[in-house]
């Protein structure tokens, strides 16, 4: 398995078999990374993609921002099988694309009701912060763009110093 930031030829191979909600996140995804507001990273288990994970350059929240700056933010982790490192490597990258940046830390919201995800972010040194919860508000959309759902979930904060 290997893991790279998106390239401008993988959307193709990415959109290939995405279920339907997938198949926006992937445009969006790569929109965000071409405008340099994020680094799309996509794990490849030879020319099939198994995980993602976007890096925001700066986070979606404005509390976060208010209290800690412009610091990146993984958000959308996903991968095809658990417990496989996968996940491990996608955040491993993040960070490795956040340092590149400048950063010295970085941070992530995981839902209350995640605790695979909180334990994994944890076990990788991630731990809450000070300031209360946050509420991630999205979109979820079909693969046309057409709103299916909008959520609004509950989360708790991480971060974790670059070293």
């Given at each position: 398995m290997t893991v790279?930031?998106?390239?401008?030829?993988?959307?193709?191979?990415?959109?290939?078999?995405?279920?339907?909600?997938?198949?926006?996140?992937?445009?969006?995804?790569?929109?965000?990374?071409?405008r340099g507001e994020a680094t799309y990273l996509i794990a490849w288990d030879g020319d099939?993609?198994?995980?993602?994970v976007s890096l925001f350059h700066r986070s979606k929240y404005e509390r976060v921002r208010e209290v800690l700056g412009d610091i990146p933010e993984i958000n959308a982790l996903e991968a095809t099988s658990?417990?496989?490192?996968?996940?491990?490597?996608?955040?491993?990258?993040a960070e490795e694309s956040a340092r590149?940046?400048?950063?010295?830390?970085?941070?992530?919201?995981?839902?209350?009701?995640?605790?695979?995800?909180?334990?994994l972010y944890e076990r990788l040194g991630y731990v809450e912060w000070e300031h209360?919860?946050?509420?991630?508000?999205w979109v979820e959309r079909d693969g046309d763009g057409t709103v299916v759902r909008e959520h609004a979930d509950l989360c708790s904060y991480l971060v974790r110093r670059l070293t």
């Amino acid at each position: 398995m290997t893991v790279r930031p998106f390239g401008s030829g993988d959307l193709p191979r990415l959109l290939l078999g995405a279920r339907p909600r997938d198949r926006f996140h992937h445009r969006e995804r790569a929109r965000m990374h071409e405008r340099g507001e994020a680094t799309y990273l996509i794990a490849w288990d030879g020319d099939v993609p198994c995980g993602r994970v976007s890096l925001f350059h700066r986070s979606k929240y404005e509390r976060v921002r208010e209290v800690l700056g412009d610091i990146p933010e993984i958000n959308a982790l996903e991968a095809t099988s658990r417990g496989v490192g996968i996940g491990s490597r996608l955040i491993a990258s993040a960070e490795e694309s956040a340092r590149t940046l400048g950063a010295t830390r970085m941070g992530l919201a995981v839902e209350h009701g995640n605790g695979g995800a909180r334990r994994l972010y944890e076990r990788l040194g991630y731990v809450e912060w000070e300031h209360g919860d946050v509420v991630d508000r999205w979109v979820e959309r079909d693969g046309d763009g057409t709103v299916v759902r909008e959520h609004a979930d509950l989360c708790s904060y991480l971060v974790r110093r670059l070293t």
